[in-house]
Every structure is written in structure tokens, then in C-alpha cells.
């Protein structure tokens, strides 16, 4: 049975698209069918992390909600540019990077119900296993559509107090609309910190587990999006804390 995972933050630039990333290679290199959909239409990032050039995106989930193609069309295939022994398959179905469609968007907005059916279809059209969708942050119509309709929302947070004050609105939200399953990832947190005490308080604060806590990483910052971290760095403290990340967020 398919699995629909969110990835979700209140604010920007907490790493919420690396860690759709990363989660999403674990689960390829496992030997999963994985689709990635970038979802914040209005600053979409996430090609970069799989490689993908603006010249080679023949189709974007922008082209998909306009009509202009299917939304399978729009998915590419990821996989071997990877460049890793990954047994599964990625397929990244990618938001436009320029600027008069982002500009479109934000003067016209687009049918959300659509962007609902382009879900389902990309998992029934690809056999997907997951489907990763990377959101936009903060609450808007798609985002809690994608909340609405995940199996699993993981929220990334870092241990900042607009983070935390962000954190607590979506954690209420994803309640009410009865999310099957919601899991905290602390990310960024400063190497001096106790991770585990940061980890406690977290789950204290928002009575919600907390699937990982990730502190900041040098490597991580220098590989500044230019590839998956997970892949780069197999032996890495993170990565194996990404993995046991995943491991709490697949049911």
C-alpha cells in the first residue's frame, strides 16, 4: 500500500527540502518507488539537491495544473543521476523556476482540488511506494490540502523561538484535520546543545514525538545543496540519524 509523507515547516530555511531529500534517497536505496513533488510552486529548490537543471525540465507541476501536460509527464526520473547504487527509483516532479510562471502563480493562483488528483494519479500511474511532497512553508490552501491528505507529516523545526511559536500552530492544525501520524524533526541544532534534552523538551512542548533530532553540520553546509547529503556521506552521524528518522516515519 502507497504512503503519502509530508514535509512540512512553518518558516523557510529550516531544511526542509534536504530532508525530503535525503528521506527520499534512504528510501530508493532501500529498493522503494519513490515520487518527490515540489510543492512550494512560489519558491520551489529541490531540483537542485536531485541535479536537475532548468533546461531539462521538459514539464513542471506548474504545466501539469495548467493543462499544458499530464502529471505524470511532469515526473522525471532522477535515478541515475545520482550516481549511487540505489536499488529503487526516484521521480521528481518538479515546480518552474521561472520567474513569469512563479509570477502567475501568485497572481492567479491554481485549482487545488487538481493538484489532489495529481497526488493519487502520480501513484497509481508510477506504482509509487511513497510519495514525498515538499511544502510550502507556512499555511496556505496547498499545504493543508497536503496535510489534509498524508499518511504521515513530518514537521521540521529548529530550536528558535519564532520556530517554536510557527511549530505549535502546525502541530494544532495537522490535529484537527486528525493527521494518522505526526512526527517532529529538530534540525540545525548547535553542537553544544544536549540533543537528547533538546529531544525532551521538544516532546514536552508539543506533546509529539520527535523522530530525530539533527545537529548542524559542517559538511552538510559546505555541500551547500549541490547533491544528497546521504549519499555523499554514508558513514556520517546524520545520516544515520536520518535513517532512524525513517525508520519512525514509515508505518
Known sequence: M?????????R???????????????????????????????????HVLFGLHEEEMTHSLNDYLWGR???EQAALDVTPRLKADIKGRIFLTPSSIKAGEIARVLREGYDVGL??????????????????????????????????????????????QQDYQ???????????????????IVNKVPTVFDLDEVKAQV????????AAVLPHSDE??????????????????????????LSRLML
Not at 129 to 154: F, K, R, Y
Not at 166 to 184: E, F, I, N, Q, S
Not at 203 to 210: I, K, R
Request: aromatic share 4%; hydrophobic share 45%.
Open 166 to 184: 510557527g511549530t505549535g500552530v502546525t502541530v494544532d492544525v495537522a490535529r484537527k484535520l486528525d493527521v494518522p501520524c505526526m512526527m517532529l
Open 69 to 71: 501536460c499530464s502529471i
Open 220 to 245: 552538510m553546509m559546505i555541500l551547500a545543496s549541490a547533491g544528497i547529503f546521504v549519499l555523499r556521506y554514508p558513514d556520517h552521524p546524520v545520516t544515520a540519524t536520518l535513517k532512524q528518522a
Open 2 to 10: 502507497s504512503q503519502i509523507v509530508s514535509v512540512h515547516s512553518f
Open 115 to 160: 493538484l489532489n488528483d495529481g497526488f493519487h494519479e502520480l501513484i497509481e500511474k508510477l506504482n509509487l511506494d511513497v510519495l514525498m511532497i515538499d511544502t510550502h512553508p507556512g499555511l496556505n490552501e496547498e499545504t493543508l490540502l497536503s496535510i489534509a491528505i498524508s499518511d504521515v507529516l513530518a514537521i521540521i523545526m529548529r530550536p528558535d
Open 203 to 210: 516532546e514536552q512542548t508539543y506533546d509529539c514525538e520527535v
Open 12 to 46: 523557510g530555511g529550516t531544511g526542509k527540502s534536504n530532508t525530503t531529500a535525503n528521506l527520499s534517497a534512504l528510501l530508493a536505496m532501500q529498493g522503494r518507488c519513490v515520487g518527490v513533488i515540489d510543492t512550494d510552486i512560489q519558491s520551489p529548490g529541490i
